[in-house]
């Protein structure tokens, strides 16, 4: 089994910056790719970022030149960076890692946005 613990969540002013951050830990032998969605309220659970084991990202239009996906392997941690933040950013975050060729998700933290 893996574990998914996420921090950084929290209420920010239109315009300001949030770190989110997830530890993946028990049966990680074999992480490959790790990533963050988000699921608004009343929407679909959308990606966010994603990084691979090999450190190549890809991100959702909507969040490019804004946000950056990061990860460091000797802490099995994924950090997602976000600025310029918007309202419409308002949303739960999920922290998913895939192992082998399953994906684990974590339980979500609250990310709002006031204009």
């Known amino acids: 089994q893996v574990q998914l613990v996420e921090s950084g969540g929290g209420l920010v002013q239109a315009g300001g910056s949030l770190r989110l951050s997830c530890a993946a830990s028990g049966s990680i032998f074999g992480i490959n790719t790790m990533g963050w969605y988000r699921q608004a309220l009343g929407k679909q659970r959308q990606l966010v970022a994603t990084i691979t084991s090999g450190s190549n990202t890809n991100y959702a239009d909507s969040v490019k030149g804004r946000f950056t996906i990061s990860r460091d392997n000797t802490k099995n941690t994924v950090y997602l960076q976000m600025n310029s933040l918007k309202p419409e950013d308002t949303a739960v975050y999920y922290c998913?890692?895939?192992?082998?060729?399953?994906?684990?998700w974590g339980q979500g933290t609250q990310v709002t946005v006031s204009s």
């Open positions: 998913a890692v895939n192992v082998a060729i399953k994906m684990y």
